[in-house]
C-alpha cells in the first residue's frame, strides 16, 4: 500500500498565483488533515475532514480552502498565494479520532 | 524546558541513558494522546498513544504517561539510541470534535 500520498513535493509560486495540493491516501480513512510547518515549529492544523463531503476549520485556515469530494481524496487550496504561506505542508489521514494518523512526506512550497 | 520565539526546546542525551519529553496539553475534554518522531525532512511517524481512561502505556522502549489533574505527558525512552535523534511531537484528540491538535515539540539530540 502507497498509504499517504502528496502531489507535488516541491512548488514554487508567484505571489497571487493560485494552486492546489493534492492528498491521496489508500487506506479507506473517514479522516484526513492539512497542516503547515514552518521552521522550528510544531504542525498547526490547517482544515480537516471527518469523511467524504465534509470539511471543517482548523486553527489557522484562514487564506486556504479544502474539498472532500471523494474519500481517498482531499485538495487544499490556495486561491492568492502570499509570503507568508511558505511553509512545508503535511496531509494525514485516520481510521477514527481514536487511532493513529498516518502522514505523507510532505510538500514543500514557496512563495516569492 | 521552555520555548523562547521560533526555537524549539532540546534535549540533550548520552547514548544509553533514559530520556523524557515532556508535553503539556491544553484541551481538558481531550480523550486520546499520540507521541509522534520526526526526523529531518519527513513526515511524522507513530511512536505510542495512549486513551484519556488510562495513566501509563508501555510499549518497545517506550512508555507514555497521561496526568490527566494537571494536563500533562510524558514520553520516555528507555536506553536512547544514536537513532531516537528526532523531533518529537505531542498530539491530543477527542472524540466529539474530529481535530488533531499538535503541540510545540521537542528536539532530541543523542551523543555518542
Known amino acids: 500500500n502507497a498509504g499517504v500520498t502528496q502531489t507535488p513535493k516541491f512548488r514554487v509560486l508567484k505571489t497571487g498565483q493560485s494552486m492546489t495540493l493534492l492528498c491521496a491516501q489508500d487506506m479507506n480513512h473517514e479522516y484526513m488533515y492539512w497542516y503547515r510547518q514552518d521552521p522550528g515549529m510544531g504542525l498547526r492544523l490547517i482544515h480537516y475532514?471527518?469523511?467524504?463531503?465534509?470539511?471543517a476549520k482548523g486553527e489557522v485556515p484562514d487564506g486556504y480552502n479544502v474539498s472532500r469530494l471523494k474519500k481517498q481524496n482531499f485538495l487544499l487550496g490556495l486561491e492568492s498565494a502570499a509570503p507568508s504561506q511558505t511553509s512545508v505542508y503535511f496531509c494525514a489521514s485516520s481510521y477514527s479520532p481514536f487511532t493513529e494518523a498516518f502522514f505523507g512526506q510532505g510538500t514543500r512550497l514557496t512563495v516569492v | 524546558g521552555e520555548s523562547v520565539g521560533l526555537h524549539l526546546p532540546t534535549l540533550s542525551v548520552q547514548e544509553g541513558d533514559n530520556s523524557i519529553i515532556n508535553c503539556a496539553y491544553s484541551?481538558?475534554?481531550?480523550?486520546?494522546f499520540i507521541w509522534y518522531k520526526q526526523e529531518s525532512g519527513k513526515g511524522p511517524q507513530f511512536i505510542i498513544d495512549i486513551r484519556s481512561n488510562m495513566d501509563k502505556r508501555q510499549g518497545q522502549r517506550v512508555t507514555v504517561l497521561l496526568n490527566k489533574t494537571v494536563k500533562h505527558l510524558s514520553l520516555q525512552i528507555a536506553a536512547t539510541q544514536p537513532g531516537d535523534s528526532a523531533v518529537y511531537f505531542c498530539?491530543?484528540?477527542?472524540?466529539?470534535?474530529?481535530?488533531?491538535?499538535f503541540g510545540q515539540g521537542t528536539e532530541l539530540s543523542v551523543k555518542p
Open positions: 498530539a491530543e484528540s477527542y472524540n466529539q470534535g474530529g481535530k488533531l491538535i
Open positions: 475532514s471527518v469523511g467524504e463531503g465534509t470539511t
Open positions: 484541551n481538558s475534554a481531550s480523550d486520546y
